[in-house]
């Protein structure tokens, strides 16, 4: 070896590999940029009498310009990513804009005669720890969103200004990345976006795949590995980001991308195909939403349906729970948009790890107050839902959902307070889908047994995988000492699965599943083997799924199935099913992190 080889050796840096969670899909090889942004220093301190009026003003001008600003990225990210994903600057400026807000913070800053940074922070600072003391990941953006416009205000408070401008190819490195810093960033050449904190429902996740920049999130401590400068590569299909690659990484990586570019070409051809497999077995394949704005992008996906809609997106924002006619209109728009085919949505699931209005403080949230416990404990709320449900049914296309069913007599309960509301709205001349599909989620143990007499009550099941799992299991998988234990393919999942298909198909009803669980690669042919009807995905996935299920035969997955009920262990049915796909499917991009 030559002497400049050795010398080359020991300056190189040691190559680092860190795994997160791929937010946006697509391979960069880049320099790093590492997006270090200050967070403004408030300090409280009394303020004279006689200054007074002059901090109310500095309040308005702050206002006033952070309005202008967000304005400006509002008209930016309407033109990059097109208006529904924009809404989340439309609902900023709705907060500065609400005017029994300000008049709050101007109220404080004359009775408590304290500087307007100081009430600023305090008062909208609570409605970010509102939404960050549940455990739920889309409320810990939301919360982010809020802490975002806050800090905005105090900056203009301050008269200081971000950094949006700058040179060259980058890889974005963050601690954390806001909707308005992806969409500044974005004006830049940006290769993509690798972040310590977040998650795939996160603003800044959605933005990033509209634009189609890989991101990778929640990678941990990336802004404590990477530098400035640093050679980094980000693959977005598997939340893989390489610190130092070698040469041999670099030539590896871009075989990869070569070949996932070909693969997106050929699932961008099944947009508009059934999910059939190939001896024509019908699967519903559907999305999973959090938010109405997520719609455009579930139907470019090519989703054939809504598998579950999550209400609760609505309460974020809300002091109080919306009206019945408030709830009305959001439900009526997301099932005329998705038109002729159909959108489950779901009773408020709150409580647990999800947050709503004045919920209580409990020791163990995950086995208290939450989901239909709490729709029965405030029936008022229960049947105005259930009303604007009912008056967005017209054009039949709507399903109505019931979470967190324990025993036959909630469902039963459930039953009647929905017959209520359809005599309310008979009552009033209103009208609606008088056979509408009925359903629960299935993710309480009790449930999962007791599951042939629930289904002699309703039009279907679905799964609830994320808290069926962890019930079964006894693990919380956002905790980090135990999450290593929150595995989807152990015997008791996979039977207790199977005994709610049973369950299902002896009283003629379909039976879906909307965790987690099925956007799985390695999970979608053992589902359908088991008996799955539905899958209902997050949107990113759907193509991947659909590539499966269309690759495969109806009568593979059933041996695939009869294969895993037979395994013991769960680290057995997970070797056993990548090895089948790998060789029945060698173009799928499957590494270690595809679970």
């Given at each position: ?7 080359t ?115 909208i ?87 189609k ?18 050679l ?18 670099i ?32 699967v519903?394949?559907s ?29 974020i ?39 709503a209005?004045e ?105 609830g ?27 008791a999942?996979?039977t ?100």
């Amino acid at each position: 070896m030559s002497e400049e080889n050795v010398q080359t050796q020991k300056t190189m840096k040691k190559e680092i590999i860190l795994k997160g969670i791929p937010a946006s899909p697509g391979i960069s090889v880049g320099a790093a940029f590492l997006f270090a942004k200050e967070i403004p220093r408030v300090d409280e301190r009394t303020v004279r009498d006689e200054d007074l009026p002059h901090e109310v003003e500095r309040l308005e001008h702050a206002i006033q310009k952070s309005a202008k600003e967000l304005n400006k990225i509002l008209l930016f990210a309407q033109m990059k990513v097109g208006d529904a994903k924009a809404k989340i600057f439309e609902a900023q400026i709705m907060v500065l804009e609400d005017q029994v807000l300000i008049d709050t913070i101007k109220q404080r800053i004359r009775k408590e005669k304290k500087n307007t940074e100081y009430i600023v922070s305090d008062e909208i600072g609570k409605y970010a720890k509102l939404m960050m003391r549940a455990h739920d990941e889309y409320m810990h953006e939301r919360a982010h969103d809020m802490e975002d416009l806050q800090n905005r205000i105090i900056r203009n408070l301050q008269q200081e200004k971000l950094i949006s401008k700058l040179e060259g190819s980058i890889i974005v490195v963050a601690h954390i990345l806001t909707p308005a810093d992806t969409m500044i960033l974005s004006r830049n050449h940006v290769l993509g976006y690798a972040t310590d904190l977040g998650g795939t429902t996160s603003h800044a996740a959605l933005f990033s795949r509209s634009l189609k920049i890989p991101a990778i999130v929640a990678l941990g401590d990336v802004t404590r590995e990477a530098e400035t400068g640093d050679l980094v590569i980000i693959d977005g299909y598997s939340g893989t980001l390489v610190i130092h690659p070698t040469p041999e990484r670099i030539d590896e990586y871009e075989r990869k991308r070569e070949h996932m570019m070909r693969f997106e070409e050929e699932l961008a051809e099944l947009k508009d195909l059934p999910a059939v497999t190939s001896d024509g077995h019908n699967v519903e394949l559907s999305a999973n939403i959090e938010l109405p704005q997520e719609l455009e992008y579930v139907v470019l996906q090519g989703s054939r349906g809504v598998g579950l809609y999550r209400t609760e997106g609505l309460l974020i924002g809300w002091d109080d729970f919306p009206s019945e006619d408030e709830q009305y209109q959001e439900y009526k728009r997301i099932a005329d948009r998705i038109y002729p085919h159909r959108v489950i949505m779901r009773t408020f699931d709150i409580g647990g790890d999800k947050i709503a209005p004045e919920m209580a403080e409990e020791q163990n949230p995950f086995l208290g107050w939450r989901g239909i416990r709490v729709c029965f404990d405030r029936p008022d709320l229960f049947m105005n839902q259930l009303r604007a449900m009912l008056r967005a049914s017209t054009r039949k296309n709507l399903a109505i959902m019931f979470p967190m069913i324990t025993t036959i007599d909630e469902v039963r309960k459930a039953k009647e307070y929905l017959q209520q509301a359809k005599a309310d709205l008979h009552a009033r001349n209103v009208k609606f889908d008088d056979g509408i599909q009925l359903g629960v989620m299935i993710e309480v143990p009790a449930a999962a047994l007791t599951a042939a007499l629930i289904a002699a009550e309703v039009d279907f099941l679905s799964v609830g995988s994320n808290d069926l799992i962890q019930y079964l299991l006894a693990v919380d998988r956002g905790n980090s000492l135990v999450s290593a234990l929150y595995r989807e393919f152990e015997p008791a999942v996979l039977t207790t699965l199977k005994h709610v298909i049973n369950a299902g198909h002896k009283q003629g009803i379909w039976v879906g599943i909307c965790g987690e669980m099925a956007g799985h690669p390695l999970a979608a042919p053992l589902l359908i083997g088991l008996g799955m009807d539905e899958l209902s995905v997050v949107p990113v996935v759907l193509p991947e799924i659909k590539k499966i299920i269309r690759s495969l035969s109806h009568k593979q997955m059933q041996e695939i199935a009869k294969t895993a009920l037979s395994l013991t262990t769960g680290k057995e049915v997970e070797k056993y099913l990548r090895d089948f796909l790998m060789k029945a499917l060698p173009d799928l991009p499957l590494d270690d992190t595809t679970l």
